[in-house]
């Protein structure tokens, strides 16, 4: 049994210019050990998605429909007061993109973990303490005992966004969902963090979920990656496979907006257009307007997920048996190798 | 964190603005129309108490001497006499000052809780029914004039109802019971305008934090809806509150002459009030100087408690 | 910042005036609405009371119900009846057409003190602002001297010396009022004065004067529209404070401070004489207020939605229950020179945001 799955999870908002589908319909699976990157631009819905697995979409926002099965636990089902008590936290535990503004800045760092750990496991004030200055050692920063009763801001940004980690490793989480976790750091301090998540990963025994729009991440801790466009998951496989072998147009277009140390700047090319908006989004597979190498059907029918037998799926009409059209003319990607990739251009 | 030296800093930047303050008023009340002589011993004084007025307060001489002596008596801690009370300026305060200060510390006192637990609610309950009301009443505190609020009370609770006196002071240390009695309409009327602004402070600054980003954090981490609202929020809510505070001590003043006024309190406000009306200058200037110097330790006060609740204030 | 940019290029080529767009997003906020529906009766009230007063001498309230000024002893302290709706005072006029007649006073008191203290604020607080310095430091310390003296203290001081009359209130609450719009000014000026379209300006040798009042005032005049709104109100209850105290507007000029005062001498025989003066207060300052409030949460970025792209669904979610519309619509859109593409509208969300740091 998987650690986590996820049925048709829909997330709407209900504003004033109209429904935003936010999370329309998405399905994934996580193993318990597992590292599972959701990449797609901003406003593609993966951070409302996460929030969402932990019941912390707030009005206008509400999960209407779908299933979120937790160690076989339905968290659909449960209450406010049963999520807060039994799952955040000590089950599944959160990281914000920005640490800065994530910690209070009016408490001791010390004392937002002491917090944490006291609200989730019940220990004392002193043994929470120790546990507290435990984990800011597990997480790299110096001094630890000294540290802890400092505020916020007298931390630099990689040591908050380490603080941040601390507290989400404060109750043992099975699950550890980091939401851009890298994007508002320096690129010299992201290496180090991300160190970090693959070194707890292994130490604490727990599953990562990424969000984030930089494959550069993707691709230094995920075993697999989901790729979200508007709403949808567009396709989903292991890492190297879908480097290897990205079959939706949107995936082929994100991997070539991606510059590399050896793509000139003409083998750049970035997708076009802008996301259209969530609330009236495009009939039928909502890619199709700044989609290459869309036809007809694409305007009238909801792409289902095509499954091949193996671990790669895809939501596009080109790989159905019926499509009379041929392999997709997948554009021409300059030689890569094995170049780093360090985010969308649109970033 | 040299707060020492911050908190010297600031008292040294009070001393232009009341330098500035003992200017403005003394220019003010020598512009003042008629001979004080003749306003103060009537039509025909004798001509003997007339020259020791003008000896003791030197009207024979030109402005500006007029002006350096009453910088240098201000210096030594000298007010002046009140021509009316026959009194040093500075006693007639001293005994002025206890019902005032009693008014304005209830007034605080009622305001400021009430004020944070009406705005909490509203923030917590924002854009529903709870809400909305506690807009509109705290739009309506502020747009009511404290002057009628107090005549409709006295007539309302005093002579309808007789409920309470309408108006007089006693003491709390003499008779606590009478005091009290007598201390629930002013305060009542003093305190209306200050909750209701400091309410809708509240709500706003309320509103604004619950967005903030780590509130979704104590929310992702299991912390209870309760702390999340007191502890974490409300912390940071408080601090632009904190100012606002400050700054009430200006509009409570004004606010004590026109209640000490309707209710028969003999306080500052009062004092202020009769002195003006005869133009007894010395208690007018002595009265503005002490509330100028009273605002400004205020907001002085306020700041200092802004840097202790916000950790990121340095003192520099 | 692109995404900046993008909404200012949006924004800044409005053909429709901020006015114009500003009323539109009103029509969000009911409060503001029922607001400005006050306001409209009380300046109904005050246009027909001077026209009727100056060119008609009173002949048609006279007509429609009674003379405000007409007295009639045997009938005072009538309480309110058919003929006398709100009762009559101790010389038996009449209160209602008295509190009609009264608008005109207490809107005029509003008006010209708040434009004093507008007009003063805004010099003060610009010149401040963009020449720095000892300028800088000797107004804004003048400003600091005016703060510390309590509002209604510094206004009767002033009153008594140079008399109860409807002029010098005017000047009294006009130069009251000027620190808090002098604050207001400067530090929108402060924020302004460093972008590029002020240094464009610069460069191409218009003279400060002309920076001054083309480009920086301009821009930063919103938020002081708004504090003029909403302390129009206190300035009317503080006008109607110095009355009552008879520190203001003397008989037999209909005052609503005036009348409430005649009606605390007699509040325990005829309380309609002090009631409805002060309820008239009450709602005329409310009005303000309700505006006051709505046009604030309008113009203040922190509180309106951002121009919608699906840049961040989030955000855009929890801030969707604030009434829609371009952010920086106010801020950015005021005609100035076409270099101003590159002004930045966050200004003053960064402003109110960084003021802890």
């Known amino acids: 049994m998987s650690l986590l799955a996820v049925e048709d999870l829909r997330t709407y908002f209900f504003t004033p210019e109209g429904i935003v589908q936010a999370v329309d319909g998405i399905d994934f699976e996580l193993e318990a050990g597992e590292s599972l990157g959701i990449v797609g631009e901003s406003g593609a819905g993966k951070s409302v998605a996460v929030k969402s697995l932990m019941g912390l979409i707030r009005e206008p926002g509400r999960v209407v429909d779908g299933s979120i099965r937790f160690e076989g636990r339905e968290l659909t089902d449960l209450s406010e007061e049963q999520l807060r008590r039994e799952i955040r936290g000590n089950e599944i535990a959160i990281v914000f993109q920005d640490a800065m503004s994530a910690l209070n800045p009016v408490f001791t760092?010390?004392?937002?973990?002491?917090?944490?750990?006291?609200?989730?496991?019940?220990?004392?004030?002193?043994?929470?303490?120790?546990?507290?200055?435990?984990?800011?050692?597990?997480?790299?920063?110096?001094?630890?005992?000294?540290?802890?009763?400092?505020?916020?801001?007298?931390?630099?940004?990689?040591?908050?966004?380490?603080?941040?980690?601390?507290?989400?490793?404060?109750?043992?989480?099975?699950?550890?969902?980091?939401?851009?976790?890298?994007?508002?750091?320096?690129?010299?301090?992201?290496?180090?963090?991300?160190?970090?998540?693959?070194d707890i990963q292994e130490r604490y025994d727990t599953s990562v979920i990424y969000v984030t729009h930089d494959l550069g991440v993707v691709r230094e801790v995920c075993d697999r990656v989901a790729v979200m466009y508007l709403g949808k998951i567009v396709e989903t496989a292991p890492y190297e496979e879908l480097y290897r072998n990205p079959k939706h147009p949107y995936t082929q277009s994100l991997l070539n907006s991606v510059v590399t140390p050896d793509a000139t700047l003409d083998g750049i090319d970035p997708i076009e257009g802008t996301m259209p908006s969530g609330v009236s989004p495009p009939s039928g597979c909502r890619f199709r307007t700044r989609c290459p190498v869309a036809f007809d059907?694409?305007?009238?029918?909801?792409?289902?997920?095509?499954?091949?037998?193996?671990?790669?799926?895809?939501?596009?009409?080109?790989?159905?048996?019926?499509?009379?059209?041929?392999?997709?003319?997948?554009?021409?990607?300059?030689?890569?190798?094995?170049g780093s990739a360090e985010g969308f251009t649109d970033d | 964190?040299?707060?020492?030296?911050?908190?010297?800093?600031?008292?040294?930047?009070?001393?232009?603005?009341?330098?500035?303050?003992?200017?403005?008023?003394?220019?003010?009340?020598?512009?003042?129309?008629?001979?004080?002589?003749?306003?103060?011993?009537?039509?025909?004084?004798?001509?003997?108490?007339?020259?020791?007025?003008?000896?003791?307060?030197?009207?024979?001489?030109?402005?500006?001497?007029?002006?350096?002596?009453?910088?240098?008596?201000?210096l030594q801690g000298d007010l002046g006499r009140?021509?009316?009370?026959?009194?040093?300026?500075?006693?007639?305060?001293?005994?002025?000052?206890?019902?005032?200060?009693?008014?304005?510390?209830?007034?605080?006192?009622?305001?400021?809780p009430t004020a944070i637990a009406l705005g909490v609610y509203g923030a917590a309950r924002h854009n529903r029914a709870g809400d909305h009301a506690s807009r509109i009443v705290g739009l309506a505190g502020i747009s009511t004039p404290n002057f009628w609020l107090a005549l409709m009370l006295i007539y309302v609770v005093a002579y309808e109802f007789q409920l309470l006196p309408a108006s007089g002071y006693v003491s709390?240390?003499?008779?606590?019971?009478?005091?009290?009695?007598?201390?629930?309409?002013?305060?009542?009327?003093?305190?209306?305008?200050?909750?209701?602004?400091?309410?809708?402070?509240?709500?706003?600054?309320?509103?604004?934090?619950?967005?903030?980003?780590?509130?979704?954090?104590?929310?992702?981490?299991?912390?209870?809806?309760?702390?999340?609202?007191?502890?974490?929020?409300?912390?940071?809510?408080?601090?632009?509150?904190?100012?606002?505070?400050?700054?009430?001590?200006?509009?409570?003043?004004?606010?004590?002459?026109?209640?000490?006024?309707?209710?028969?309190?003999?306080?500052?406000?009062?004092?202020?009030?009769?002195?003006?009306?005869?133009?007894?200058?010395?208690?007018?200037?002595?009265?503005?100087?002490?509330?100028?110097?009273?605002?400004?330790?205020?907001?002085?006060?306020?700041?200092?408690?802004?840097?202790?609740?916000?950790?990121?204030?340095?003192?520099? | 910042m692109s995404s900046e940019q993008g909404r200012i290029a949006d924004t800044s080529f409005e053909t429709e005036s901020t006015v114009v767009v500003t009323l539109k997003k009103l029509k969000y906020s009911p409060t503001s609405l029922v607001g400005l529906f006050l306001i409209g009766a009380l300046v109904v009230m005050a246009v027909f009371s001077t026209i009727d007063n100056f060119l008609l001498d009173r002949a048609v309230i006279t007509w429609l119900h009674a003379d405000p000024h007409a007295m009639n002893q045997p009938n005072r302290y009538a309480a309110p009846s058919m003929d006398h709706p709100m009762g009559t005072d101790q010389y038996g006029r009449d209160i209602l057409?008295?509190?009609?007649?009264?608008?005109?006073?207490?809107?005029?008191?509003?008006?010209?003190?708040?434009?004093?203290?507008?007009?003063?604020?805004?010099?003060?607080?610009?010149?401040?602002?963009?020449?720095?310095g000892y300028v800088d430091d000797a107004l804004m310390r003048a400003i600091e001297v005016l703060y510390a003296i309590p509002g209604l203290i510094l206004a009767m001081i002033f009153m008594a010396i140079f008399g109860p009359s409807l002029y010098n209130l005017f000047l009294a609450y006009g130069i009251v009022g000027i620190p808090a719009y002098a604050r207001v000014m400067r530090s929108e000026a402060l924020s302004i004065r460093d972008r590029q379209y002020v240094e464009a300006a610069k460069l191409a040798g218009l003279p400060r004067r002309t920076i001054l009042f083309r480009e920086i005032v301009p821009n930063g005049i919103a938020p002081v529209v708004v504090q003029a709104t909403l302390s129009m109100g206190s300035v009317i209850i503080g006008a109607a404070a110095l009355s009552f105290l008879g520190f203001g507007v003397q008989p037999p000029t209909p005052d609503w401070g005036r009348m409430l005062s005649d009606g605390r001498t007699?509040?325990?025989?005829?309380?309609?004489?002090?009631?409805?003066?002060?309820?008239?207060?009450?709602?005329?300052?409310?009005?303000?207020?309700?505006?006051?409030?709505?046009?604030?949460?309008?113009?203040?970025?922190?509180?309106?939605?951002?121009?919608?792209?699906?840049?961040?669904?989030e955000l855009e979610a929890l801030r969707a229950d604030e009434p829609p519309g371009e952010t920086d619509a106010f801020d950015d859109a005021h005609d100035g020179s076409p270099t101003r593409a590159d002004g930045s509208g966050a200004g003053t969300a960064d402003e109110q945001g960084g003021d802890r740091s």
């Not at chain 2, 002025?96 to 304005?104: A, F, N, Q």
């Not at chain 3, 008295?98 to 003063?120: E, K, P, Q």
């Open chain 1, 109 to 198: 760092v010390g004392s937002q973990l002491v917090e944490v750990i006291r609200e989730n496991t019940g220990r004392t004030e002193t043994e929470a303490r120790a546990r507290a200055i435990e984990l800011l050692d597990d997480v790299g920063i110096p001094d630890p005992e000294q540290r802890i009763d400092e505020y916020p801001h007298q931390y630099s940004g990689g040591m908050q966004q380490r603080a941040m980690i601390a507290m989400a490793l404060a109750c043992d989480p099975k699950l550890i969902i980091a939401d851009e976790p890298t994007t508002a750091l320096d690129v010299t301090i992201q290496a180090g963090i991300l160190d970090l998540f693959e």
């Open chain 1, 297 to 338: 059907e694409c305007s009238r029918l909801v792409p289902p997920r095509y499954d091949d037998g193996t671990d790669h799926d895809v939501a596009c009409l080109l790989y159905d048996e019926r499509n009379p059209r041929d392999e997709p003319a997948l554009h021409e990607r300059p030689g890569r190798g094995d």
């Open chain 2, 1 to 74: 964190m040299g707060m020492g030296r911050y908190v010297l800093r600031r008292l040294v930047q009070i001393v232009p603005v009341l330098f500035g303050v003992i200017t403005l008023t003394f220019v003010l009340m020598h512009a003042l129309p008629g001979d004080p002589v003749k306003i103060y011993l009537g039509l025909e004084p004798s001509q003997e108490l007339a020259d020791e007025l003008i000896e003791h307060y030197g009207f024979d001489q030109p402005l500006y001497v007029q002006y350096v002596d009453h910088l240098t008596r201000l």
């Open chain 2, 82 to 112: 009140s021509f009316t009370h026959r009194q040093p300026v500075s006693s007639l305060m001293l005994e002025r000052m206890g019902p005032t200060v009693t008014l304005m510390g209830l007034s605080y006192l009622v305001a400021l």
């Open chain 2, 172 to 316: 709390p240390l003499e008779n606590p019971v009478q005091s009290a009695k007598l201390l629930v309409m002013p305060v009542a009327t003093l305190a209306t305008a200050q909750m209701a602004l400091l309410m809708r402070m509240t709500r706003s600054s309320m509103i604004e934090e619950l967005r903030a980003d780590y509130i979704e954090t104590a929310r992702a981490y299991g912390i209870p809806e309760r702390r999340v609202l007191y502890r974490h929020s409300l912390r940071n809510a408080l601090l632009p509150l904190i100012t606002i505070v400050g700054l009430q001590l200006s509009f409570l003043l004004s606010g004590s002459v026109i209640v000490e006024e309707i209710f028969a309190i003999p306080g500052m406000g009062r004092l202020f009030f009769d002195s003006l009306v005869v133009l007894d200058y010395s208690v007018v200037i002595g009265i503005t100087l002490f509330f100028a110097v009273l605002f400004l330790i205020g907001v002085l006060l306020t700041d200092l408690a802004y840097a202790y609740i916000d950790p990121r204030i340095r003192y520099d």
């Open chain 3, 97 to 132: 057409v008295r509190i009609i007649y009264g608008s005109r006073t207490a809107l005029t008191i509003g008006i010209v003190a708040v434009g004093i203290s507008f007009v003063g604020g805004v010099v003060i607080g610009g010149v401040s602002a963009y020449f720095g």
């Open chain 3, 266 to 313: 007699a509040l325990l025989i005829a309380w309609w004489v002090a009631f409805f003066p002060g309820m008239m207060i009450f709602i005329t300052v409310m009005g303000f207020n309700m505006l006051g409030d709505g046009l604030r949460d309008i113009m203040d970025p922190k509180t309106t939605v951002e121009s919608v792209e699906t840049d961040d669904i």
